[in-house]
């Protein structure tokens, strides 16, 4: 039994010894030929691996760079403050300045001689009637001071010249506040370095004043202004 398997095998690889040189007679290929065959296929095999495993490295490599990376949702940014002040919001070293006596008065008879029942009561030199507001209404000596001048003055705020008074010369202002009480609270009498934002020229109007007064940009200022 055993002789016959073995002859069988003998058999079929005579056949395939025949087969073999059969084809290489035809195709002219040797059995070296087939030997770098088999290797060369085994060679692109290994270099597909080796790319699809370094394609995979690389997605690897840019997840671990995703989660190093900042996220454009964590962004930090300098907290911006607004001004609270008009001296923190605006640059008044561009003005040209006047250092003057400031005093405050009033609408009022210790002031200017006339009671609320007067026609000309709380009426200013210039027409228009006294105010205390973003732009308050001033007295200066209109000679060093035209009306519709408008001088900064720290402390105080904003001031338009609208009025004279015979005591008010050279560099002397008076600044209006409503009643006695708010001028010796809040002011008083001092020497004080003002800003010459605009000069006058001779004329003011209660709509010009009305139109200062009412510029949105300044609103945010308006209750500390009226603190002072």
């Known amino acids: 039994m055993k002789l016959k398997i073995s002859k069988g095998i003998f058999m ?69 403050s607004a001004p609270q002040t008009l001296e923190e919001a605006i640059d008044f070293s ?20 006339k009671s609320p029942g007067h026609h000309l009561y709380g009426v200013t030199f210039s027409g228009v009637k ?14 060093k001071f035209p009306i519709g001048t408008i001088l900064y003055i720290p402390g105080y705020g904003y001031g338009v010249v609208a ?16 009643t006695v009480e708010d001028v010796y609270n809040h002011w008083g009498k001092r020497e004080v370095e003002v800003y010459v934002v605009k000069q006058g020229d001779g004329s003011l109007t209660a709509d010009q004043l009305t139109t200062l007064n009412e510029t949105e940009s300044m609103q945010v200022f308006r209750e500390k202004i009226l603190e002072r």
């Open 12 to 80: 079929v690889m005579l056949v395939l010894g025949a087969l073999f040189v059969t084809y290489s007679s035809i195709a002219n290929v040797t059995a070296d030929d087939l030997n770098s065959w088999f290797k060369q296929g085994e060679t692109i095999e290994a270099s597909s691996s080796d790319v699809e495993h370094q394609v995979k490295k690389t997605e690897i490599t840019k997840k671990d760079l995703n989660k190093l990376l900042p996220s454009k949702r964590y962004v930090s940014s300098q907290e911006i």
């Open 94 to 113: 561009q003005y040209p300045t006047e250092t003057v006596i400031a005093t405050g008065y009033t609408a009022g008879p210790e002031s200017t001689g």
């Open 130 to 143: 006294v105010t205390r507001d973003l732009y308050s209404t001033i007295a200066a000596d209109l000679n």
């Open 163 to 178: 009025d004279k008074g015979g005591a008010i010369t050279g560099n002397k202002i008076d600044l209006y506040y409503e």
